[in-house]
């Protein structure tokens, strides 16, 4: 069974910083092209970032909103997925999924984490 | 960038038909995903590639792309279909997803 399991969250303040981790298992991870999608209280689903597999050249690609701030990164020898957040915003507050495209060749996402929650404020 | 709206929400009786619309500038030139939350839970993937359905996943949930409009249709709705539902795309220009604003489905 593919599982992903985020960690990491919690509360912080304004300007702190913050890295989130994703357990993956079940699949083949340093195969996978990974993503973060957020979801701040009462809203919809927002594309965060990807990190592409070291295979497909490990490259990765951010949300305008978050770049320069957020840095997604991977360990393939722990299965682990990465997220590091730096300059925090009360904005950046929201729940942090951790997903995948199934296949390569996917533009869609499946499965995903049950999610970690960022707090951020004063 | 690629638009995707959705309706705020949508309200069916238990049994009937529900459609949820994802509208967006020639969709049916785009593959539409649907995914359905429910309160606190993580999205899960419902309709990939316009109509196909995960293992899983009930006939009673399908999907279509047409024109403007990519429809989400689930038929016999019950009530633990409740649920947030999102369309999303790939945007070519900005090789970056794109979700809609997410439709809210009551049953009742």
């Known amino acids: 069974e593919v599982k992903l399991v985020e960690s990491g969250g919690g509360l912080v303040k304004p300007g702190g910083s913050l890295r989130l981790s994703c357990k993956a298992s079940?699949?083949?991870?340093?195969?996978?092209?990974m993503s973060w999608v957020r979801q701040a209280p009462g809203k919809g689903l927002e594309w965060v970032g990807r990190?592409?597999?070291?295979?497909?050249?490990?490259?990765?690609d951010y949300a305008a909103p978050v770049k320069g701030r957020f840095t997604i990164s991977r360990d393939d020898s722990k299965d682990t997925l990465y997220l590091q957040i730096n300059t925090l915003k009360t904005e950046d507050t929201a729940v942090y999924f951790c997903?995948?495209?199934?296949?390569?060749?996917?533009?869609?996402?499946?499965?995903w984490g049950q999610g970690t929650l960022v707090t951020v404020s004063s | 960038s690629y638009v995707l709206t959705q309706p705020p929400s949508v309200s069916v009786a238990p049994g009937k038909t529900a459609k949820i619309t994802c509208g967006g500038d020639?969709?049916?030139?785009?593959?539409v995903h649907w995914y359905q939350q429910k309160p606190g839970q993580a999205p899960v993937l419902v309709i990939y590639?316009?109509?196909d359905r995960p293992p899983g996943i009930p006939e009673r949930l399908s999907g279509s792309n047409s024109g403007d409009t990519a429809t989400l249709t689930i038929r016999r709705a019950e009530t633990g279909d409740e649920a947030d539902y999102y369309c999303?795309?790939?945007?070519?220009?900005?090789?970056?997803?794109?979700f809609g604003g997410g439709t809210k489905l009551s049953v009742l």
């Open positions: 997903t995948m495209r199934p296949v390569v060749e996917a533009d869609f996402f499946d499965p």
């Open positions: 079940g699949f083949t991870f340093r195969n996978a092209w």
């Open positions: 990190i592409k597999s070291k295979g497909d050249g490990g490259a990765t």
């Open positions: 020639n969709i049916r030139n785009q593959d």
């Open positions: 590639d316009d109509k």
């Open positions: 999303q795309v790939w945007d070519s220009s900005t090789d970056q997803p794109v």
